[in-house]
């Protein structure tokens, strides 16, 4: 319980109770008719169930921090940025996806999210990179443009952080080459 973060030792209404019983009605019937690996589909179906209930916990506590409706807001800005991670992010284009000013939308920002805007997108540029990196049809040069850095230098010094090797070293590392 504790690794989907579901609350232990306290009532925990879920958001829709219908839902949880449709699982738990699938593992039953799983457990009944014992299929070919029934018992991998009953601990699928299990993990299934703890992810969404650890997902409206987590929204629960979200939501807490402010107005519902403004945290589906920035869930919606925060899949636009990081789905456009190679886009120009800059912290005047930002805070007019949610209507808030400079300041309000980097609190905001980081109490529903955890961290900052720009670290978030950071984050998934790497993650991008990493990904286009192990093309061996792209150079460092033309993975870094296409995950939205104009300076190499930049590129991997930021990669060389969050990954602790140069981009270089992490195509070699992963493969073999």
């Not at 009953?42 to 209930?53: A, H, I, K, P, T």
């Not at 309000?104 to 529903?112: L, N, P």
């Not at 720009?118 to 993650?127: K, S, W």
Request: charge should be neutral; glycine fraction near 4%.
């Amino acid at each position: 319980m504790s690794r989907f973060k579901v609350p232990v030792g306290e009532i925990f209404y879920p958001k829709d109770p219908e839902l949880v019983r449709a699982f738990i009605e699938q593992i039953f019937r799983e457990y009944n008719t014992r299929d070919v690996q029934f018992e991998d589909q009953m601990d699928s179906l299990l993990r299934n169930m703890f992810v969404l209930m650890s997902r409206n916990a987590d929204l629960r506590e979200k939501e807490s921090v402010g107005d519902p409706a403004l945290y589906k807001l920035f869930k919606e800005a925060r899949y636009t940025m990081l789905t456009n991670c190679e886009r120009e992010w800059a912290s005047t284009n930002m805070p007019g996806m949610v209507s808030l000013s400079r300041s309000q939308f980097y609190k905001y920002y980081h109490d529903f999210f955890g961290l900052s805007p720009m670290q978030d997108v950071n984050l998934a540029r790497i993650e991008k990179a990493k990904v286009l990196l192990t093309n061996e049809n792209y150079k460092v040069t033309e993975v870094a443009q296409m995950v939205g850095y104009s300076s190499i230098h930049h590129f991997s010094r930021t990669f060389r952080e969050h990954v602790g090797m140069s981009p270089l070293a992490y195509v070699k590392a992963v493969t073999g080459a």
